[in-house]
């Protein structure tokens, strides 16, 4: 009998004694119950919190990003291991008509000389710093000191720019321009030390720069600085952006400036504790997790204007507002909960994707709609019994605008349900065809700060000298001889000429490229100790055991043709007999990284649209309940992924993670939207159809509203001078605009035209707000 019992009370808690939000609710009944103790935890975390203020900060490395994401990711970071790489350093790109002038030419070596004793340089290349063998055993300079004749000048540079392999990506053809390359201290100049290394590169830039000298900077750290500078920028704008708009439209929502500043109170205290939070768990923002406290932002503006509608409109129905807030938690609490329930699935579904960065976005995601949620039953409460005592009076019914679309939605819903529904199934399935056609897409410039002059400068120089960026291939040697032997030599020509095929003559350096050199009799050794220690261990390890071939290609490079020349080349090297050999570069990891990172979030955006729906359906107890969610929260993903295949903007990294918060968030309204539905069926006993209009006037405005703030609140991030980030606000807009069709004309079409189908969920035993004070809650008004 005991353990009939046991089973019975089981039951009785899966189903009746279970609310749709778990239980989680109960923390708002705590606070309602204890508001002292939770007003000085709040209080405690606050301040907890905001002393980690100070500290916030962006950290602008794209390999956080990238890290862990599998083969590429490694293949790089061991070949930075071991040679060292080109991704690090500053280009100075110097361009003069009188380039020839020997006075000129004196103050460009002079800048390069400079250059080369910054405190944070760790070596310079150019043709001033490049020596050559003097066939005594010796060395002398590439560029001869004390030139006197224009002549001379350019018949020095033209034979470096046309025979020296390392100087034919540095000079332009045109003997107009010359490329200096700083080597980068990685100790001196990680974390703050960047920003200093840039400030004196800039005042040295400028001592030298005349009418006859123009002297530009670029190359990846000050691509990163400048991302850096975009980032805090767009930071402090949105998030100034999203409060100021998000109380203009609660103000013009409740038509009262004290309930705005209510509905923006928590959101407030809500971002603070996400921003401390991401600092206290990570130590500083990645480009990924800065975006989470725009959605923090948002979301608590969202909850809370859906929370206090519902106070009010307990208020406005005679309800004392005491009660009315304790109603309202219990009423609206659960679906709240739920709500958070299926945006922290959107958000952990994530955490399985390759990529540190997606793993650290994911987790700052979640904490975000966690801290979300325990400040709606928190601070909201308690604010809003505190604002009571204070005198806050009973605003006017909301504004008019916000019910505009209600009517037109119930009319249609009435009169042409199954029409409706018919053509929302087959859109949906029509918009699978692009779900299916669409592919992942990587470009570096989408990154980049837009109007960068430093990728400006990076296109000059591919204009120029034909693109700096590189790309390596890392050739283990069999002879283990430091000077290189003859064996290892044949098999490292072989690389270079394979990739040489590929980019272009002149295009490549490795110890092969020295043949000008050797073929008049300097021995490999010599010509290797000519270039330096620095340059040598570019080419070929301390040990011998390992040799570097490096390519140039253009800055700016379409993914998918460097996905094919990377194809290409492993290829033709496994042919060739060097089946060990590993292409790879920074350029090559963030493609294949991007590719392999999307492909999985599209199988993880797949994931979280099941499980949340299936949540729904457990949280409801009701198959119906899943089934009715399915095309209305199916329908602003696959128009959204429509929209980039039609755009030919493709599956980027944000963009998928765009989709899968934007869905976690849009299945909020419909949460809300059945929560109502069902309580006004089985609690206040209307048929079918009235619940569905009860429930389409009663909080159809807030779904409008918060809709609305959600959009606008977000809408700026569609600004953003990081391209990835303002895509990610245009999707993320577009989703939500989707999804507010979807809740109000699709969901109640669904519902009108399947009467009989959906009669039994007006028996529903499972709870939709606590038992004890169900009574408590007036009628509904059809």
Known sequence: MRQKSLIARLQRILTLERSIGFGLEYLGLATLRFPRIMALCVLAFTLLCAFQLPKANVDG????????????????????????????????????????????????????FDLELNDFADGT?????????????????????????????????????QNDPMMRNLITPDLTGVVLIMFPNSELSKDGGTKEMLASLRALAAQYQSANLQIELTGPPIWTSEMLDAAVNDQIKFTIYGFTIGSLIAFFALRSFFGAILVATTPLIAVIWSIGSVIMMFGSFSFLTIIVTTLVVVMAFAESMFFIFNWLANWRDGMD?????????????????????????????????????????SIAGAVGSAIMFICMMTVLPVLLRTALRLGFKLPRSPNFALNAPIPVAWKLARKYGRPLTVLSAITV??????????????????????????????????????????????????????????????????????????????????????SNYTQSGFSRAQVLDAVGPFMRRRFVTDDGSQALVTGFMPTILKSGKLADLVDRLETKIRAAGIPNAEVGGFR???????????????????????????????????????LVSILPNLFPILGTEAYLWF?????????????????????????????????????????????VKNTLFRIGGAIVATTVILCTGTVIVAFSELPQVALFGTLFVLSLALALIGDLFMLPAILMSGRKFFNPLGRLRVRLGDRAHRQAIPSEKT
């Open 647 to 691: 755009s030919g903007s493709g599956l980027q990294l944000t963009t998928v993670i765009a989709l899968t918060i934007a869905f976690g968030i849009a299945v909020n309204d419909t949460i809300h939207f059945l929560a109502h539905y069902v309580h006004s069926r089985r609690d206040h006993q209307h048929n079918h159809e009235e619940a």
């Open 125 to 161: 290349m150019s043709p001033f710093t490049l020596r050559k063998p003097d066939g005594t055993g010796g060395s002398m300079p590439a560029v001869p000191e004390g030139m006197t004749d224009k002549a001379h000048v350019a018949n020095a540079l033209a034979d470096l720019q």
């Open 321 to 361: 507002p005491y009660d009315a807030v304790d109603a309202t938690l219990r009423l609206v609490g659960p679906a709240t909960a739920l709500t958070t329930l299926t945006t922290l699935v959107a958000f952990t579904s994530l955490y399985f994707s390759p990529g540190r960065g997606v793993e650290e976005f």
């Open 429 to 514: 399935i029509l918009l699978f065809i692009p779900f299916f056609l669409i592919e992942p897409r990587f470009a570096l410039e989408d990154f980049m700060a837009k109007n960068s002059t430093a990728m400006q400068t990076a296109e000059e120089i591919d204009t120029g000298v034909g693109g700096v960026a590189p790309i390596y291939v890392r050739v283990p040697l069999q002879e283990n001889d430091p000077d290189i032997g003859p064996g290892d030599f044949e098999m490292i020509r072989t690389v270079h000429q394979i990739l040489e095929h590929e980019l272009g003559v002149n295009k490549v350096i490795s110890a092969a490229s020295m």
């Open 61 to 112: 490395n794209l390999l956080r990003v990238y890290a862990n994401s599998g083969h590429y990711f490694d293949a790089y970071q061991r070949l930075a291991d071991t040679f060292g790489t080109f991704e690090n350093d500053i280009y100075v790109l110097v361009h003069s008509d009188q380039l020839t002038d020997p006075t000129v030419l004196e103050q460009v070596r002079n800048l390069a």
């Open 588 to 626: 090559v990891m963030t493609t294949f990284a991007t590719d392999d990172i999307v492909r999985s979030l599209q199988i993880s955006l797949a994931i979280s649209v099941l499980i949340n729906i299936l949540l729904i359906g457990l949280a409801f107890q009701s198959l119906r309940i899943a």
